[in-house]
């Protein structure tokens, strides 16, 4: 487990795997080490739910942050192809945020909400002594539809191409260099590129777009550990799945797209880009037949998206994930945090 960020899994797999309370029936998807949301069956109904933590930060508006925060709820459920509908959230204020600050983020989510069709359904808010931005809650989505039409992150099959979204590292540069651009030795110009990332973190309509375009055997948005993550997550999960067939995902390097001001900040972080998390950016693997609807689809909506590989069979001891016939290992560790305690001076 490392010290910062999500557990990796081996450590899920030796403490959390096997400690999950009750056997119960009506769990038809419970934890899974790279798949981000849970599915209940309700009279035959499928329940996708979904919990994450709220982050609140005040330097990028309060506006911006609590849309930003509940983008990240609702992400996981998203993904799945099932539009979230339900919200149970729970404020642990830290005591100095004011009333009128809570209220301009508590409209704003309210407004997101309206706008997807969410409701909330319960929750608690309350001032306490010890908490500090950014943590500053939780929250569960849910969302409502037929098994059938579920997606999985571990779905992909061999004949599948592969897309992603965004790029490399958007979130992670957009909110390094809003928050602390003065410490960037980089041209303004470059700077404001990367400020303006920010506006691209947002996937929820993305994925509800790409899984109505379909058709789609597996998404998984790019988070911690950013694209290395992801592939392999996914990748792992494939053949986790698969009996019999081992698959292997081949990247172009050259196909991923990158970001205006992405690149720079990096380097001046000295953040390796691929493992950096990327919150908005998405990875699809799709039917070769449903390639150019999904990618219209995803451009009418002024969403940057790129064929960057496919998933092939693969022979047992051949790694995961390769980019340009290179293995591309799971990151042991987010650097963007790091980064973050540096210019934060921590």
């Known amino acids: 487990m490392s010290e910062l960020g999500k557990i990796d899994r081996s450590f899920f797999e030796r403490h959390v795997a096997t400690n999950l309370g009750a056997d119960r029936d009506d769990v038809a998807l419970g934890p899974t080490h790279g798949v981000d949301f849970g599915v209940l069956d309700i009279d035959g109904r499928a329940l996708v739910t979904a919990t ?5 930060l005040p330097p990028l508006g309060l506006e911006r942050a609590a849309r930003f925060a509940i983008d990240l ?8 192809a099932v539009a979230p509908s339900h919200l149970s959230i729970c404020f642990t204020l830290p005591e100095a945020m004011t009333d009128d600050q809570f209220a301009t983020v508590w409209e704003t989510i309210h407004e997101e909400c309206v706008d997807l069709g969410v409701s909330v359904v319960t929750g608690h808010t309350a001032r306490y002594s010890d908490p500090s931005y950014p943590w500053v809650g939780a929250a569960t989505a849910m969302g409502v539809g037929d098994h059938e039409a579920i997606v999985r992150p571990d779905g992909a099959r061999s004949g599948d191409r592969l897309l992603l979204t965004t790029g490399p590292a958007v979130e992670s540069v957009g909110l390094l260099s809003t928050l602390y651009g003065d410490q960037l030795d980089l041209p303004d110009a470059v700077v404001a590129d990367a400020q303006d990332r920010l506006a691209e973190v947002h996937c929820v309509r993305d994925a509800l777009t790409v899984a109505a375009a379909g058709p789609v055997q597996a998404m998984h ?9 992801a592939l392999n997550e996914m990748a792992e999960g494939a053949n986790r799945r698969t009996e019999g067939t081992a698959l292997q995902f ?4 050259a196909a991923v797209p990158m970001r205006p001001g992405v690149a720079e900040v990096c380097e001046a ?6 493992a950096a998390t990327s919150c908005g950016a998405l990875v699809i693997a799709v ?11 995803l451009e009418a909506r002024n969403t940057v998206v790129a064929e960057i590989g496919s998933v092939r069979p693969a022979s047992s001891d051949e790694s995961r994930v390769v980019v340009d016939g290179d293995p591309l290992p799971h990151p042991s560790v987010d650097p963007s945090w790091a980064a973050y305690a540096a210019l934060a001076g921590e």
Do not use: K
């Open 287 to 297: 039917e070769p037949s449903g390639v150019d609807d999904v990618v219209e689809a």
């Open 221 to 229: 948005d790019v988070t911690e550990g950013g694209l290395a993550g």
């Open 250 to 253: 081949e990247i172009d390097r």
């Open 269 to 274: 972080l000295e953040i390796d880009p691929w």
């Open 73 to 80: 709820v609702l992400a996981d459920v998203a993904v799945s």
């Open 52 to 56: 994450d933590p709220v982050s609140i």
